[in-house]
Nanobody, 128 residues
């Protein structure tokens, strides 16, 4: 069930940056862990980054896949009910459809089975 909406995808050159955002219409997700996944056509959905609920864990726990660690940053803003993924130093291996997902609970998780709501995705392309 799609209740989230991503934005910010597009075409960027290798080494460039993009910031993705994810928002929910008509409700908040402050009690839920939030994550970003990505998927290349023909391949399984891949974990990118996760962050705990801000209401249950104000100090936040965050984790990243090894593929993006040190280049991507996940964050969330309670005031505008949005989750972000800042992507720096984009590589030719990063292009995919990027999805945000709302967790069943407040703890961060890299497993897609722990998420109940997904957005339709936003496409990221890295090319000269």
């Amino acid at each position: 069930q799609e209740q989230l909406e991503e934005a910010g995808g597009g075409l960027v050159q290798p080494g460039g940056s993009l910031r993705l955002s994810c928002a929910a219409s008509g409700r908040t997700f402050t009690d839920s862990a939030m994550s970003w996944f990505r998927q290349v056509q023909g391949k399984e959905r891949e974990f990118v980054a996760t962050i705990t609920s801000e209401s249950k864990c104000p100090d936040f726990r965050i984790s990243y896949s090894d593929a993006v660690k040190g280049r991507f940053t996940i964050s969330r803003d309670r005031t505008n009910n949005t989750v972000y993924l800042k992507m720096n130093k984009l590589k030719p291996v990063d292009p995919a459809l990027y999805f945000c997902a709302e967790g069943r609970g407040w703890k961060e998780s890299a497993s897609s089975r722990d998420y109940v709501s997904w957005g339709p995705g936003t496409q990221v392309t890295v090319s000269f």
